[in-house]
């Protein structure tokens, strides 16, 4: 399967924005997949996921601001309430080997081996 993120952009601080992540191959429904971030001279950060049922897992620093949802070939990732911090590079990402079910899926860093080339997202003050 391939990645493409698109929908990264500059916002003020308090704004929304929706990226998304768009994917060819087969069985994309069936792996867990998520959004991941990197902001400048961080490391990486998990955001959101999907498990294989559609079941949706979020970081405590987006909980209740972001909103991952999937249709089709498509996974989006709904961000409101954007503060400073969430300025990042955004990339999905998808774990392939089996389908999983629970919050624990597409959280291993070495699980996930399809990534897309990312979208970057600043948030102005």
């Known amino acids: 399967v391939q990645l493409a993120e698109s929908g990264g952009g500059s916002v003020q601080s308090g704004g929304s924005l929706r990226l998304s992540c768009e994917a060819s191959?087969?069985?994309?429904?069936?792996?867990?997949k998520g959004w991941y971030r990197q902001a400048p001279g961080s490391g990486r950060e998990r955001g959101a996921s999907?498990?294989?049922?559609?079941s949706a897992t979020y970081a405590d620093s987006v909980k209740g601001r972001f909103t991952i949802s999937q249709d089709n070939n498509f996974m989006y990732l709904q961000m409101s309430s954007l503060t400073v911090e969430d300025t990042a590079m955004y990339s999905c990402?998808?774990?392939?080997?089996?389908?999983?079910?629970?919050?624990?899926?597409?959280?291993?860093?070495?699980?996930?081996?399809?990534w897309g080339q990312g979208t970057f997202v600043t948030v102005h003050s």
């Open positions: 990402a998808a774990d392939r080997s089996v389908p999983c079910v629970g919050s624990w899926c597409c959280q291993r860093w070495d699980a996930l081996d399809a």
């Open positions: 191959g087969s069985n994309w429904r069936n792996y867990c």
């Open positions: 999907i498990d294989s049922a559609g």
